[in-house]
């Protein structure tokens, strides 16, 4: 059964920058797209940034292109979520994703519990 852990949230003033990761387990990684979404208080879940199994195509929301940057390392089963230039609407608890991208994975989703940022003015 796959599994995702995140680590990396906390408390960073508005302008700072923190770094998420995700460690996947259990699951053919380099065979699974990965996305970053995060949900704030009373909101639904968002989409925040993708990117493919290989690494060759990365997708962001547009109210965080240009501050935050996703990747990942195959050898390490690990995604990334670089966040620079916080602003306090970034606070959220953010999630990791993995979806399956080629066969006989398509279909498969595994979900990670979440990590918290928060982001004081």
């Known amino acids: 059964q796959g599994q995702l852990v995140e680590s990396g949230g906390g408390s960073v003033q508005v302008g700072g920058s923190l770094r998420l990761s995700c460690a996947a387990s259990g699951f053919t990684f380099s065979s699974y797209a990965m996305s970053w979404y995060r949900q704030a208080p009373g909101k639904e879940r968002e989409l925040v940034a993708s990117?493919?199994?290989?690494?060759?195509?990365?997708d962001y929301t547009d109210s965080v292109k240009g501050r935050f940057t996703i990747s990942r390392d195959n050898v390490k089963k690990t995604v990334y979520l670089q966040m620079n230039s916080l602003k306090p609407e970034d606070t959220a608890v953010y999630y990791c994703?993995?979806?399956?991208?080629?066969?006989?994975?398509?279909?498969?989703?595994?979900w990670g519990q979440g990590t918290q940022v928060t982001v004081d003015s």
């Open positions: 990117i493919s199994s290989t690494g060759g195509s990365r």
């Open positions: 994703n993995a979806r399956g991208a080629v066969a006989p994975f398509r279909g498969r989703d595994y």
